[in-house]
């Protein structure tokens, strides 16, 4: 036997040791799992024959894109499920050490209600979509141990306290009685877990629950999540797109496809002696700082820029600018941008990048003329935004494109991919009517690798890689001298997120567009962007070359962002966590 087909055995066999090893300890056991979909087409199989166990206290990373049957597998074992929903096989949930289990799929309702919150809890991706906004958060905390028997106003106010300081929520005996727009996103993510925590049950179900989190507070959460396995003893099923975020906290990793396992194992198996092709294909697609982009044409000669930007002329230039909010009831100014300076030239793509509210889309909205400044001077494509006239700007618009971060809410949903690419063009009077533009939106599709026939589509009849490359041919529909993409990739899977931004840099290459690329994924924005600037809390704390920025930080703030930054390698995301906890001790 050849060496690497020893390895590979022994690998197997390992990984096959550690399944029967769980199995014996299995809080949850899955058992050829299917789950069918009625749909006015016919029904449709999401789930088809998976398996996999869930092992006490321990962390499960379940990883794959977006239609892999990811979700429906977690909402299944709590049996959150639509009844349009057809179930097969059974979820065994051995609540006690001793007992042998009950089928999930064949519980009574009654059994069904204590069972939730009680022996398992989910946390759902968007806090927004859960936490009640006319209700305080401690209202809600206290309505699970309400329905779960508890009466008395003085302990159930004292739980909820109790778990909010778990959790991390500061000042917890007084924001126990706050709103839910009274909190941060991470925050809001935060009191979601505590919710989840507050009965102890046995098994937390998190369904993506960092995605479109800052880095710093992703690793924060993460951090949570590890607490409720280390201090709380639960296990931890994480439903992530993130191979970083499984490297960080997964203890073992399932890998789904079109509704199949295709590979299950330890995560350093899974990590570093991958046996199927598609965890393979995931892998590669990872972006990793230090990475740089390279595209190719179809004769597989590298795409790249034909002009050095450096000697390009400038197409933004910000001097000193401010942009301040007036604060209502009473309440202060906010200023949002504090003296920035900076400029974008033609053909450059310059990356900005920081946490929520740093000032980041603030600053992309003015340089688009849908911010005013209030201060300093910025100059775009040589006309000054302080002060300035819609009549005046209104020609330079059909010069600037806007790349949204969730294409799904700036496409007019009762429009076709047709009527909303075409818009634009019809606005500045290149066509009358979208019927005319027909052909010319065709040719842009195209260009952005869609077929010609999903202009006859809806937006939620694409997924969302597709939308994104939509929203991508709507930006470009008028031949920018600018563009402006805001978050453009931080909702979608590694492979599309690849796809996404292969197409980008080609375009950009061949267009020569300038571009202010705002996100804050550093690896991201290290594959693209000529010069980074970091912005924190409205001001630049730093601002370089690339590679300079990223591998030689010299502001407290942009090493923090990196070393939240989760790799996709766990032995050296351990020690990249460290160094994370080592800067977190410093600052306090």
């Known amino acids: 036997m050849s060496e690497h087909g020893g390895r590979n055995a022994q690998s197997t066999q390992s990984t096959q040791s550690t399944q029967s090893t769980q199995a014996g300890d299995a809080l949850v056991d899955v058992k050829d799992l299917s789950v069918s979909f009625m749909t006015d087409a016919g029904p449709i199989k999401a789930i088809d024959g998976v398996d996999f166990v869930i092992p006490r206290k321990t962390v499960v990373g379940v990883v794959g894109e977006s239609g892999s049957g990811k979700s429906v597998t977690a909402r299944s074992i709590i049996r959150l ?79 909820s306290i109790e778990i909010l300081d778990k959790v991390g929520i500061p000042d917890a005996a007084t924001r126990v009685d ?12 935060r009191i979601v877990i505590a919710m989840a925590l507050v009965l102890n049950p046995g098994l937390i179900l998190a369904d993506e629950p960092t995605t479109a989190l800052d880095v710093t507070v992703q690793a924060e959460i993460l951090d949570l999540l590890r607490l409720a396995r280390d201090e709380f003893g639960a296990s931890v099923l994480i439903i992530t797109h993130n191979m970083g975020v499984v490297a960080d906290i997964a203890d073992q990793v399932v890998v789904m496809y079109r509704g199949h396992v295709v590979e299950q194992g330890s995560v350093d198996q899974i990590f570093y002696d991958p046996q199927a092709d598609y965890t393979k294909r995931l892998l590669a ?25 450096r000697a390009e002329p400038v197409v933004v230039k910000a001097e000193h600018m401010d942009i301040t909010y007036p604060g209502r009831f009473m309440q202060p100014d906010f200023k949002a941008v504090d003296d920035v300076s900076f400029e974008i030239h033609r ?11 740093s000032g980041k889309s603030t600053t992309g909205r003015a340089i688009a003329g849908l911010q005013r400044i209030s201060g300093g001077s910025l100059d775009v494509l040589g006309m000054e935004m302080k002060g300035f006239k819609e009549r005046r700007f209104k020609p330079l618009r059909e010069q600037i494109g806007f790349v949204f971060q969730d294409p799904g809410s700036s496409f007019d949903p009762l429009m076709t991919i047709l009527e909303n690419v075409a818009e634009p063009l019809i606005v500045h009077g290149r066509y009358r009517t979208a019927a005319q533009a027909r052909q010319y939106v065709g040719e842009l599709l195209e260009m952005v690798q869609l077929p010609r026939t ?11 890689g597709q939308r994104q490359r939509a929203s991508l041919a709507r930006a470009l529909a008028l031949k920018p001298s600018l563009l402006i993409a805001d978050e453009p990739t931080s909702a979608l899977d590694v492979s599309v997120q690849a796809k996404v931004l292969e197409l980008f840099k080609t375009l950009q290459a061949e267009i020569g567009f300038a571009c202010l690329f705002i996100t804050h994924d550093l690896a991201v924005v290290d594959m693209l962007a000529d010069r980074i600037m970091v912005m924190h809390k409205g001001r630049i704390v730093e601002h370089g ?13 942009t090493k923090k962002l990196l070393a939240s930054l989760p790799v996709p390698d766990p032995r050296e995301q351990a020690a990249h966590r460290e160094e994370l906890h080592e800067l977190l001790a410093k600052e306090a």
């Open 454 to 464: 999903y202009m006859n589509r809806f937006p939620h009849e694409l997924s969302g």
């Open 347 to 357: 053909s450059e793509v310059l990356g900005l990048v920081g946490e929520s509210g």
């Open 81 to 159: 499920l639509p009844e349009t929903a057809t179930t097969g096989g059974a979820i065994y949930l051995r609540a006690d050490d001793d007992g042998d289990g009950v089928d999930v799929l064949t519980m009574s309702v009654r059994d069904l209600q204590r069972m939730r919150g009680d022996a398992a809890a989910m946390v759902f991706q968007e806090p927004n979509s859960v936490l009640n906004p006319v209700y305080t958060i401690g209202w809600q905390i206290e309505e699970g141990l309400r329905a779960h028997g508890l009466t008395d106003k003085k302990q159930l106010r004292a739980k």
């Open 178 to 189: 706050y709103y839910p727009h009274q909190f941060s996103g991470g925050q809001k993510q």
């Open 545 to 557: 070359d690339s590679s300079q920025i990223m591998r030689h930080p010299s502001d407290p703030y």
């Open 285 to 309: 697609a990872v972006p990793r700082i230090g990475q740089r982009l390279v595209v190719r044409d179809a004769a597989g000669d590298v795409i790249e820029r034909k002009v050095d930007w």
